[in-house]
């Protein structure tokens, strides 16, 4: 994926996932006629988006200041090195640590297994200015928005949609609405 942006060390982010102006960014990226990109290599674009649920900071931070802040967080609480940050964020699947920003969002904070990044950051679930969402509706969604792009959503064209995308079709009422409405979310 090619980025105009820059994660400072030791913080690990995926804005793809986690930073809905990031993610409109993406998509009117690939839906201008000079950019267009094939169907296949929008799937594995999206493969880092993997299958679980999400949450996406929806504020009005930009991310440098959210790197700017967690990393000023760390460095008041004496934290920055690998190994205390290792620490107080703990090692288990289940471990981690949140903490507040600016704009009254809350953001999670991981420990990843990496040299260089070891701060894995995420906005929290039931954080304010975010929202949750599964995987394979914001693929749907950006599939859809990408390669379809009708106005008016019909079953058929979404699961077209998912179809390229490897997912099976919508059999659900529920499923097909959290679409639309990522949809209009990513429209606006």
Same mark, same amino acid.
């Given at each position: ?5 820059? +994660?400072? %060390? ?55 200041? +959210? ?8 460095? +008041?609480?004496? +934290? ?65 928005? &990408? ?17 390229? &995308? ?7 009422? &529920? ?5 639309? %409405? ?7």
């Amino acid at each position: 994926m090619q980025t105009d942006f820059y +994660i400072p %060390e030791p913080l690990l982010f995926n804005p793809l996932k986690h930073y809905l102006p990031f993610i409109r960014e993406f998509l009117s990226k690939y839906t201008t006629d000079e950019n267009h990109i094939s169907p296949k290599d929008l799937v594995k674009e999206l493969k880092h988006l993997g299958t679980c649920v999400m949450d996406i900071y929806t504020g009005d931070l930009l991310m440098d200041k +959210i790197f700017s802040e967690v990393l000023e967080f760390l460095e +008041i609480n004496k +934290i920055s090195a690998k190994e205390l940050y290792k620490e107080w964020a703990g090692i288990n699947y289940n471990s981690f640590r949140i903490i507040p920003l600016s704009d009254g969002s809350q953001w999670t904070l991981k420990y990843h297994n990496h040299e260089a990044r070891y701060v894995h950051i995420f906005p929290a679930r039931l954080s304010p200015h975010s929202f949750r969402i599964k995987a394979n509706t914001l693929k749907s969604a950006l599939m859809y928005l &990408a390669l379809i792009g009708k106005d008016f959503i019909s079953e058929d064209d979404l699961n077209k949609a998912r179809a390229l &995308a490897g997912l099976s079709p919508i059999r659900e009422v &529920a499923d097909a609405e959290a679409v639309t %409405e990522m949809i209009e979310i990513l429209r606006r």
